[in-house]
């Protein structure tokens, strides 16, 4: 259990502002032994505002503030994406936002508080709704642009201002479940139960059943189903689709959302360790040394196979999915398919 109300937190902060100006608030937070969401807490009453915790009603007032930018990351990657809130139905703990450029699957469950943060800035105050899970770690943030309408933001956050404080206390997260050895794993029933598959939703039912770990599900389902490629096989699909200007799909979560880019990607860029696409909608921010394996995955659905490329770090956790640009009810694009096919042959010559 740790303390919100570290007397010296904001006094280590500052000290380390000034020797780092351009450290993240994530990265400064690790610096410090920290969580995201205590250094975001000390601003309250400055550049902090508490929310009511109604998630539902927050995200059904969305679409009233016109184009935004969605961020959510996870260790080692960042998904941004700017548009318009549409489509957004939330039921209990789970919850949509469906629209052409907001594209968001929702695990409210692990949403335990929000804050409205302006930050000063040169060209003015950036204005954003960030929302963090108990170990106080971010799992969605949505920013303000020069296209949103500030006025209906700021009433939106009037709206739902808390008039009780932020959480006193987090709970660090647990270590992650290890893997059963592969001797006890029926992968007989699990190859059988993947090929069965209707629908690429059915896969984490599948892992639960079969109580296997996602990579380790990957690599003893056999060479027809996933196959480890060798790491540079992820940028190699991207500069491959940016190539030819085939539409893909982008997945990013965090431990309370997952975030979709739908489209082509054009500019790719190298900056310090970080591979990142630099279009005007959709930014990407790949941590290079974050990724520790990839692989291509084929899972069987009504409509056909449809094919991936997914990354992991060295723990196993998932860092992005790639698929190819595709609307149920429609067979995968031909052209994801060849660059995989290509990719997977560059890795086998």
């Known amino acids: 259990m740790l303390s919100l109300s570290n007397s010296d937190l904001a006094s ?22 920290v969580s995201e969401a205590e250094l975001v807490a000390l601003g309250v009453g400055k550049t902090a505002t508490p929310l009511t915790a109604d998630w539902r009603a927050i995200l059904n007032d969305m679409p009233g503030v016109g184009r935004v930018m969605c961020l959510t990351r996870n260790e080692h990657c960042v998904h941004e994406r700017h548009g318009r809130f549409e489509g957004v139905d939330v039921e209990g703990p789970h919850g949509i936002v469906l629209g052409p450029d907001i594209d968001l699957r929702l695990f409210l469950g692990s949403w335990k508080q929000g804050f409205a943060v302006r ?25 303000a642009t020069d296209e949103t309408d500030r006025t209906a933001f700021d009433a939106l956050i009037a709206r739902h201002t808390s008039a009780k404080p932020p959480f006193t206390t987090i709970v660090a997260r647990g270590a992650d479940p290890a893997d059963r050895p592969d001797p006890e794993i029926d992968v007989e029933g699990l190859r059988k139960a993947w090929l069965a598959m209707k629908d690429t939703h059915e896969f984490f039912g599948m892992l639960g059943k079969f109580k296997v770990g996602r990579v380790q599900a990957l690599r003893l389902a056999g060479k027809n189903l996933a196959r480890e490629l060798p790491v540079r096989a992820l940028r ?17 979560g965090s431990h309370g959302c997952i975030q979709i880019h ?87 010559s």
């Open 119 to 143: 930050e000063p800035m040169k060209q003015g105050d950036r204005l954003s709704l960030q929302f963090f899970d108990g170990a106080g770690e971010a799992v969605h943030k949505i920013y």
């Open 236 to 252: 190699a699909a991207f500069e491959a689709a940016a190539a030819d200007g085939t539409p893909i799909m982008v997945f990013v």
């Open 262 to 348: 739908t489209g082509p990607v054009k500019r790719l860029v190298d900056t310090h360790g970080w591979f990142n696409v630099l279009d005007p909608d959709f930014n990407l921010h790949l941590r290079d040394e974050g990724v520790a394996r990839v692989f291509s995955v084929r899972k069987p659905t009504e409509d056909g196979i449809v094919t991936s490329i997914e990354a992991f770090d060295a723990r196993g956790r998932n860092i992005l999915l790639m698929f190819g640009s595709r609307k149920p009810g429609n067979p995968e694009l031909a052209g994801w398919r060849a660059i995989v096919a290509n990719v997977e042959k560059q890795a086998a």
């Open 12 to 33: 280590r902060w500052n000290i380390l502002r000034g020797e780092k100006p351009a450290l993240r608030i994530r990265d400064a937070a690790a610096t410090l032994g």
